[in-house]
């Protein structure tokens, strides 16, 4: 009886070591830059770009009070990965752009890893993929699971920018409580886009002004916006919209200059007073 009484102890202890979180490793041979060794999240970025190695963000909250840039010009050729576990950027009092992924000129194989959250409060984007100018195509990237919610209610106020992606594969929520985009896409190609998006003042998906062709969008939710999607440019064409959800009082907002937007297999819920519009 006494083995066994200290066999379940044992096993027990085994268990629960088993089950608690590892400590961060913070020492020079580490493999990861892990945030919990540095002093800002900053730091904890530019030690993983300075050492080609991944960037892990335990479970927690990060508050950030300057835009987190990541920079990944150096790994052009081989890309950057961001390793979330289910942590939250906080750039409420940034008072612009809480997270930026950008580059010289081309890169390839961004990752976003898991599950990350970003909060942000500014009358602009809250999470911004490339340059305005176009000039740092991001090529074959991939978020796992991106949340992002900008309070901001500005009339400009958006969740997420992406500028110039290729061959991407995004699985994002994007929420603004203004009246921007819940997602704006200025040029996407090529790309699988899946998700939610709203924008409570404004429209949930934006197809900007750039070439936006041969992608695909499918299982999104968009709602809790007056429009669903904005499509005014003659450069969006080609693409391939299945299983989404409009549930806005406008569903589609195009121009006379747009192509044939493509509609398959539309489910319109019960706030859809006009399905699309031509303005």
Known sequence: MGYLAVS??????????STSPLAADCGAGADEANAKCYPT??????????????????????????PLVIDYSHHAGTGFELIARGATIDGTAVGGPA????????CFYFHQEGTLFVNADTDGAA?????????????????????????ST???????????????????????AGGGAGMDLEQVQFSTVRGAASAIAGTAITLGSG?????????????????????????TTNNTWTSLYFNCPTGLVYSRNTTTFGQIRW????DVQIPYILR
């Open 8 to 17: 379940a102890t044992f096993f027990a202890l085994v268990a629960l070591a």
């Open 41 to 66: 999240l900053q730091a904890a970025v530019d030690a993983a770009l300075a050492g080609d190695l991944p960037l892990v963000l335990p479970r927690g909250t990060y508050r950030i009070k300057a």
């Open 99 to 106: 997270l930026i992924i950008e580059c010289a000129t081309d």
């Open 127 to 151: 999470v911004v993929f490339g340059k305005a100018d176009f000039s740092d195509p991001h090529n074959s990237g991939k978020l796992d699971h991106l949340i992002v919610n900008n309070r």
């Open 154 to 176: 500005g009339q400009h106020a958006t969740g997420c920018q992406f500028n110039y992606v290729l061959n991407w594969d995004v699985n994002a929520v994007c929420v603004s």
């Open 211 to 235: 070439y936006i062709f041969a992608n695909t969008f499918e299982g999104l939710d968009l709602e809790a916006s007056p429009v669903c999607v904005s499509d005014m440019s003659p450069r």
């Open 267 to 270: 489910q319109l819920g019960a």
